[in-house]
């Protein structure tokens, strides 16, 4: 609906709640492409231009171009999403707790909470939802960002492994990552007595082949933390290699084992870029 139509709308409620629903829409598409022209500037300064040739190139003042480049949305934020965020987090049922919102562990809402906390540094709101058992959480949805492992979600469990690099797997002696590649097993620390745990992080296929979902995922709930610790540390390294094309790798952190706090997060392994797909 255009201006126009708002205006000829009787009812002064409706009106003004459909005018606030097309400020919204109009401001997010004006985010993106303010974010996009970042990007397109970030990316010609890469190139070794100056912010003169820049100018000239995109018909702007030198001092424009110097502004635009010191503000606006973040160019990595991309990674996340380019809206309102829905950030997913599986949770499974233990003793004592039949409440499906209240069957989420500590880790996994302060996962949450990271990533909340970097969504709100780029300029992104995000919606938090509990994925109770069975763990059947809806896939086909943009600006999605998954957390759990594939023993409380199975279904992105049959996402994950179609990743022809890594994926997680299990025999008599617990679960563990892999290297489909190579066989090199990865297998928590933690079990071991060990403050440090492994996790699994990447972008993968929607099952409707209409997009893509982040997907951050322990071995254990430490794991999976450490994971949103990574991603919320390395975001912008992550953008220059991948932009908003699929990966994964492998993220190894040690913690804290009586506060359950990271200490320390790296990538256990290079990142794999699937070459060719969106």
């Known amino acids: 609906m255009s201006h126009s139509g708002v205006a000829q ?105 990271k990533l909340s906390a970097l969504a709100r540094g780029l300029g992104l709101t995000s919606e938090y939802e509990v994925v109770p058992p069975p763990g059947m959480v809806d896939l086909n949805r943009a600006n999605l960002i998954v957390i759990g492992s594939p023993r409380i979600l199975p279904l992105v469990g049959q996402v994950v492994a179609a990743d022809t690099m890594f994926g997680f797997c299990a025999d008599d002696d617990g679960h563990y990552l892999v290297n489909h590649r190579t066989g090199e097993a990865f297998r928590s620390p933690s079990d071991s007595g060990e403050p440090v745990d492994y996790g699994y992080l990447g972008r993968l296929p929607r099952p409707d082949g209409r997009g893509t979902f982040l997907y951050l995922a322990g071995i254990h709930a430490m794991g999976t933390l450490g994971v949103a610790h990574y991603l919320h540390d390395h975001l912008d390294e992550l953008y220059r290699e991948v932009k908003n094309r699929r990966f994964s790798l492998l993220v190894a952190c040690t913690y804290e084992p009586r506060k359950r706090t990271i200490e320390k997060v790296e990538a256990l392994t290079p990142i794999h870029r699937v070459e060719g797909a969106p």
């Open 9 to 113: 709308i009787r009812d002064p409620g409706a009106r003004a709640r459909k005018a606030g629903e097309l400020i919204d829409e109009h401001q997010a598409a004006v985010n993106e492409l303010s974010r996009l022209r970042r990007a397109a500037l970030d990316e010609m300064v890469s190139q070794g231009m100056t912010h003169t040739q820049i100018a000239e190139v995109v018909g702007m003042t030198r001092a424009r171009v110097g502004q635009l480049l010191s503000s606006g949305p973040r160019p990595e934020r991309t990674m996340l999403g380019t809206g309102e965020l829905t950030i997913a987090v599986g949770g499974k049922f233990e003793a004592g707790k039949k409440d499906p919102y209240a069957v989420v562990s500590a880790e996994m809402l302060a996962a949450y909470e």
